[in-house]
């Protein structure tokens, strides 16, 4: 079976596994929902039913009300590559997120990851 790119993937099928990283650290879908609110501006309802839907990460990302123009400030590494370096706007917007959700299962406080 062919791996699926990042713009194929669905948001329902990365959303429980991020609340899966965040629970077993003791954190909530609350915080989980609070970091996704500010990358995107998606409200936890649309959250919640976007996490329902066959909605890919290209949709989702292409149907964000707003992405928080301070996610420039999230810098880091995921999977080996500097988020800051990456070229491709979709692979740099996943990556934001994944970012944002290590920092939460982390234990940062939410003023920090937050970039304000």
């Known amino acids: 079976m062919a791996r699926k790119t990042l713009a194929e993937m669905t948001f329902s099928s990365i959303y429980p596994l991020y609340l899966q990283k965040i629970e077993r650290k003791g954190h ?9 609110t500010w990358l995107t501006g998606y409200d936890d309802d649309t959250i919640a039913e976007l996490a329902r839907t ?12 707003q992405l928080n123009p301070n996610a420039k400030l999230i810098t880091g ?7 800051e370096n990456i070229t491709d706007p979709l692979t740099q917007q996943v990556r934001y997120l994944d970012k944002l959700v290590d ?4 234990g940062k406080q939410m003023a920090n990851i937050l970039r304000h």
Request: charged residues 15%; glycine residues 6%; aromatic residues 6%.
């Open 28 to 36: 909530t879908a609350s915080e989980l929902n609070t970091v996704i």
């Open 54 to 65: 066959d909605a890919t990460l290209a949709n989702f990302f292409a149907g964000a009300p």
């Open 103 to 106: 920092e939460v299962a982390k």
């Open 77 to 83: 590494v995921i999977c080996g590559v500097r988020v």
